[in-house]
């Protein structure tokens, strides 16, 4: 059957003709999807420079700080070194050789440190490791410790222990650049039982019992005679920390 001449081409009815629609043609991708996902890497690689960053800042702070404590450590004497390892012993409750939060919380306590809750949590970030109990839950020492974790109403410090070795540096840097007087003070406390301000013959008699002294009541009564100053019966603090300091 004869056709029209005047019957329209397929190309153009169906786009084939059209400028663009050749194979050879390119597409264009420059979207603002492709701009966002560009700039979303490299927002995350500068994060994760910044991140590399402190982390190597805090590993030589952290380095330091140990060098310091090693060094002081070797100044210490004896008893506190002995010091040290009671009070982090006496708070290791489960024997792991670390202690989290709040065992450190109680054993700085203990040295004469009362911290706020702030610089404890900077002491485990700066200085902690990361708790067993994620790699190894069936351990015993895990579970004690992700015990107390759950028991707070503060998880974030339960994550970090502090080991014992790095607890023994860090308390002896402390222990140095400690005030003599709090000293003093300290061991004032001692002996004021119930915190009466002054140290009495029942005090002293108390203290000599508990170490074990076997001193005589007429030494115990010279003891006082000798620093009471204002001949009240009693050593005050004012007194006490002047006998200290010579």
């Known amino acids: 059957m004869a056709t029209s001449s005047n019957q329209p081409g397929l190309g153009p009815r169906y786009g084939l003709g059209r ?17 966002a996902f560009s700039s979303t890497a490299k927002t995350q690689q500068r994060l994760e420079a910044e991140r590399l960053e402190r982390d190597r800042k805090a590993r030589e702070e952290r380095e330091r700080m140990e060098q310091v404590g090693q060094n002081s450590l070797a100044e210490l004497s004896e008893e506190q ?6 009070a982090f012993n006496l708070f ?5 050789q670390h202690i989290d939060y709040h065992e450190l919380k109680v054993a700085m306590k203990a040295l004469g440190f009362d911290l706020p809750k702030t610089e ?3 002491i485990l970030q700066t200085h902690g490791v990361p708790s067993p109990s994620a790699s190894n839950p069936s351990h015993p020492s895990s579970k004690a410790k992700a015990a107390a974790a759950a028991a ?4 974030a ?5 502090l080991p014992f070795h790095t607890f023994q540096t860090l308390m002896a840097s402390r222990i140095l650049s400690r005030d003599p007087t709090e000293e003093i003070v300290r061991a004032f406390d001692l002996f004021d039982e119930g915190g009466k301000g002054k140290i009495t013959l029942q005090d002293l008699r ?16 010279a003891m006082i005679e000798e ?20």
């Open 19 to 35: 400028a663009g629609a050749s194979s050879g043609a390119q597409p264009n991708f420059s979207t603002p999807a492709a701009g």
């Open 81 to 86: 070194r002995e010091e040290i390892t009671e």
């Open 92 to 96: 290791d409750l489960d024997k792991d």
């Open 120 to 122: 404890i949590l900077s």
């Open 152 to 155: 707070s109403s503060h998880q």
């Open 157 to 161: 410090p339960a994550r970090l222990l």
């Open 206 to 221: 108390r203290v000599a019992r508990e170490l074990g002294e076997g001193l005589q009541e007429d030494e115990l009564v």
């Open 227 to 246: 620093f009471d100053m204002d001949a009240d019966g009693a050593i005050s603090r004012e007194e006490f920390i002047n006998i200290c300091l010579g």
